[in-house]
């Protein structure tokens, strides 16, 4: 299964289903199933957790350039030019297991957090 690494309080957001797009600075290809998993910054965890587990399965059904229009369902003020917009549908909780976070989309194997 595919995962994505969010920092909080944003993987929570997502997970209530008051984030509906994801905000980052490069686009992807890949659509369908990702696992959002809830990680912290290195600054500090100054934001509710819980922190290095998997938290919900979303559906990616877009990758946009973001507009300003999409601020309200991104809880983000647009940052700039270059700023892409990951639409997420259909948002399910999952156990919450201990997931190592990766930089952009990786693979979660078999046996890794016990999801597959």
Do not use: F
């Amino acid at each position: 299964m595919k995962a994505l690494s969010v920092r909080q309080p944003y993987a929570n957001q997502i997970l209530s289903g008051q984030k509906s797009i994801e905000v980052r600075s490069w686009p992807t290809r890949h659509r369908g199933e990702l696992l959002i998993v809830s990680c912290a910054a290195r600054r500090g965890n100054q934001y509710g957790g819980p922190y290095g587990v998997s938290l919900c399965v979303a559906t990616l059904a877009d990758c946009r350039p973001m507009t300003k229009r999409d601020e309200t369902a991104a809880m983000s003020a647009l940052p700039g030019e270059g700023a892409w917009a990951w639409v997420l549908t259909d948002v399910r909780p999952v156990e919450q297991i201990p997931v190592t976070g990766r930089l952009g989309i990786y693979e979660l194997h078999a046996g890794e957090g016990k999801i597959l």
